[in-house]
């Protein structure tokens, strides 16, 4: 009987022990100090110590994605509103205590980063700071950990066409027509439709176009290309000749764009707008951001 005693004495301790050497974790809101009334600083003062009760370097709090998402999402709320050369400070400032913190909270945020500033379909996506933040993470990740390889290799194509940068060249074999390259192209405004034969969103994209005034008025005065960048030439062929009347329709000869990794194009479609001397204004977007774009232009 004593040493069934002992043994239960001895597990609950054991059990105990174990649940005080870990704390979950909740995230403290910091205070705003009550002299501070002004709208602006108060947002200011929380874009610099938002995250001051955090516990960085406390390896007994268990920090998970989870956790930090509904706080992480309200401080993108807060330095939204100042600016993106401040939101981009801050958000280096915060990658670079993420990125020397526990794996797990470096993981996190990482993730969280990626999912805000860099996923396709993300309304908050914003490419310049996305590479801010990854350039912090290059910087101090060590050699051996995976995640910086996956890092460096994302940055090689976000680095690529970006917005005032002279578009990468390729080769198009446009459908029953010739082989030119993108910079021989002479228009003021180059539109450019990467797509898939099979996508559903393409086809609601080609139609949207097809029906928008501001889209139909610039097919008239400039190019819209549509271009193919798989193997799949049956299929491409099958969709080729369905493309709205006034577009040149085309795939990319020797699959030249996938294999030198030339464009971001993680959704499709994803749409391209460059001005006369083929320079980037408008990277990876959608048709209805290149209708806006579009409309700004025939302002001009």
């Keep these: 009987m004593k040493k069934g005693l002992l043994i239960i004495v001895s597990l609950f301790i054991l059990t105990t022990g174990c649940k005080t050497d870990e704390t979950r974790f909740v995230f403290e809101h910091v205070h705003i100090p009550s002299v501070i009334q002004d709208k ?12 001051d009760n955090m516990p ?11 956790d930090i998402r509904q706080p ?15 939101a981009q400070d801050r958000l280096s400032e ?4 993420t990125s020397n913190s526990s794996k797990d909270i470096s993981e996190s945020f990482l993730s969280l980063f990626e999912e805000s500033l860099d996923h396709p379909n993300s309304p908050m996506r914003q490419e310049k700071l996305y590479i801010s933040v990854i350039e912090v993470y290059i910087k101090n990740l060590d050699e051996s950990n995976p995640a910086k390889n996956k890092l460096l290799w994302d940055r090689d194509l976000l680095i690529k066409n970006r ?24 228009s003021d405004y180059t539109l450019i439709f990467f797509f898939e034969p099979d ?25 819209i290309i549509a271009i193919y960048t798989g193997q799949d030439i049956s299929s491409y062929e099958k969709v080729a000749h369905s493309f709205p009347a006034g577009w040149k329709v085309g795939q990319d000869l020797n699959n030249t764009i996938t294999v030198k990794r030339l ?13 006369k001397d083929k320079k980037v204004l408008m990277k990876d977007g959608d048709i209805k951001s290149a209708e806006e774009l579009i409309n700004i232009i025939l302002t001009k």
């Excluded at 370097?57 to 989870?66: A, G, H, L, W, Y």
């Excluded at 915060?94 to 205590?97: D, I, Q, S």
Aim: proline share 2%.
């Design 40 to 51: 602006a600083e108060q947002r200011e003062y929380l874009s610099h110590h938002f995250w």
């Design 56 to 66: 960085w370097n406390d390896s007994t709090v268990n920090i998970n994605e989870k």
């Design 72 to 86: 992480y999402y309200e401080y993108l709320s807060v330095i939204n509103g100042l600016g993106l050369s401040k």
């Design 94 to 97: 915060l990658a670079e205590k």
């Design 163 to 186: 917005i005032g940068d002279l578009a990468e060249d390729f080769q198009i074999v446009f459908y029953n027509g010739p082989v030119q390259s993108l910079h021989s192209i002479l």
């Design 199 to 223: 996508c559903s969103v393409c086809k609601e994209s080609i139609n949207y176009a097809n029906n928008s005034q501001a889209i139909n008025i610039f097919k008239d005065r400039y190019q």
């Design 263 to 275: 464009y971001d194009r993680r959704a499709s479609p994803s749409v391209y707008i460059l001005d």
